[in-house]
């Protein structure tokens, strides 16, 4: 690596947009598992009944956009190593394809938000599933 960095305000910003969206990884992950924890306890769904017969599909829509959100987080992690990468002026690729800047600082911005809106869309639809929750009889 060289001795001087080409942009040396990334490694800072770099940080700071990676511990958002680590803690948007963190919540998406603990919130894939409130449904399964909490529907027996707060919903008094008794043991014997199976889980798949009372989730509904905002659940299995919560559970698609959380997984998302934590897909994206570990992309914008991966990413975030090449836009250092780019800052020391080395080579960056990603699968074995040399990017720019413009490529990897646009990808950025994707798989920032990405997990943001997923997060933001995935947790109101697991507290509808139990806001709206009606045993069948």
């Given at each position: 690596m060289g001795t001087e960095l080409k942009h040396p305000w990334r490694?800072?910003?770099?940080?700071?947009y990676r511990e958002v969206v680590r803690?948007?990884?963190?919540?998406a992950t603990a919130s894939l598992l409130l449904p399964v924890f909490f529907a027996r306890e707060f919903l008094a769904i008794d043991t014997e009944t199976p889980l798949?017969?009372?989730?509904?599909?905002?659940?299995?829509?919560?559970?698609?956009?959380?997984?998302?959100a934590v897909f994206a987080g570990v992309l914008f992690?991966?990413?975030?190593?090449?836009?250092?990468r780019l800052a020391w002026e080395q080579d960056a690729y990603v699968f074995w394809i040399e990017v720019t800047d413009r490529f990897v600082d646009r990808a950025l911005d994707v798989?920032?938000?990405?997990?943001?809106?997923?997060?933001?869309?995935?947790?109101?639809?697991?507290?509808?599933?139990?806001?709206?929750?009606?045993?069948?009889?």
């Open positions: 490694l800072d910003t770099n940080e700071r803690m948007l990884m963190g919540l798949k017969d009372v989730l509904g599909a905002s659940v299995y829509w919560s559970w698609a956009l959380l997984g998302f992690h991966y990413l975030s190593a090449k836009w250092i798989c920032f938000w990405a997990p943001v809106f997923a997060f933001f869309v995935g947790l109101p639809l697991i507290i509808a599933f139990f806001v709206t929750y009606a045993p069948r009889p």
